[in-house]
Nanobody, 113 residues
Framework: VQLVESGGGLVQAGGSLRLSCAAS????????IAWYRQAPGKQRELVAA???????NYADSVKGRFTISRDNAKNTVYLQMNSLKPEDTAVYYC????????WGQGTQVTVSS
């Protein structure tokens, strides 16, 4: 099982980024994939998740600004982040629970004010 995140970077407040999570070693379409983030000194928190039947859920702090989507043919899950705020600064991880949690290496998102 391998998850590889990409797309992070430095952006000004109000800007946008799209994160990608490329998955391999398991059947993406059959599983829930989630994006989490961890800011310095804080616990890892759920940002958004997408289930195998297409349901999505979001943290209250990102509702209306972030959109999670999946392309099962490409084995990739995306996180479109709009109207970014400095408090969105964190390392973003994608993960999936296949009886045990698997995580990618993370991608840094930094939002300047």
């Amino acid at each position: 099982v391998q998850l590889v995140e990409s797309g992070g970077g430095l952006v000004q407040a109000g800007g946008s980024l799209r994160l990608s999570c490329a998955a391999s070693g398991f059947i993406l379409r059959s599983n829930t994939i989630a994006w989490y983030r961890q800011a310095p000194g804080k616990q890892r928190e759920l940002v958004a998740a997408t289930t195998s039947v297409g349901r999505t859920n979001y943290a209250d702090s990102v509702k209306g600004r972030f959109t999670i989507s999946r392309d099962n043919a490409k084995n990739t899950v995306y996180l479109q982040m709009n109207s970014l705020k400095p408090e969105d600064t964190a390392v973003y991880y994608c993960g999936t629970n296949l009886g045990a949690w698997y995580w990618g290496q993370g991608t840094q998102v930094t939002v300047s004010s």
